[in-house]
């Protein structure tokens, strides 16, 4: 199996445990894991086009917010949770970690390239969330709109 295979089979085990941990119900459950497994899936193949982390989370995160309103609709359930459970492949656990870990080691180049790499990821994902939470609002309301 190639190790892109086995990171979407990981991202798919960690949104399935968040959906267990948000109580979502049977079906839920499965289609919130899914939506983790694409947005990983989604980063990875921006990734190796565009390189670097901004660009990669923005487009995954906008994928993950799109497949959360559409999930919701579906499912007649609030979007955080589907949002919440797709997104979690993306959160910059590690780097949050290794930022940590250079504050209490001292290790100030550690500290400052982790540090750089987590913010960047967070802003992504954040700015990619936005997109769709704006996009989604102005298209709701431009379809509600009588014509004249």
Do not use: H
Not at 41 to 61: C, E, K, S, T
Not at 63 to 87: D, G, Q
């Amino acid at each position: 199996m190639t190790e892109m295979a086995v990171q979407i089979i990981t991202a798919f085990i960690g949104s399935f445990g968040f959906a267990v941990f948000f109580r979502m119900k049977g079906k839920q459950i499965l289609l919130a894991a899914a939506g983790g497994a694409a947005t990983w899936a989604v980063y990875l193949m921006v990734a190796v086009q565009a390189g670097g982390y901004f660009i990669p989370n923005v487009i995954a995160a906008i994928f993950a917010a799109i497949y959360a309103e559409i999930m919701a609709r579906v499912n007649k359930a609030p979007a955080t949770i589907f949002l919440t459970a797709a997104a979690v492949p993306l959160v910059p656990g590690g780097r949050l970690y290794y930022t940590m870990a250079g504050l209490v080691n001292s290790d100030k180049a550690a500290f400052a390239e982790n540090g750089e790499a987590a913010v960047t990821i967070a802003l992504a994902i954040a700015l990619g969330f936005v997109i769709v939470a704006l996009g989604s609002k102005y298209f709701y309301m431009f379809m509600k709109r009588k014509p004249r």
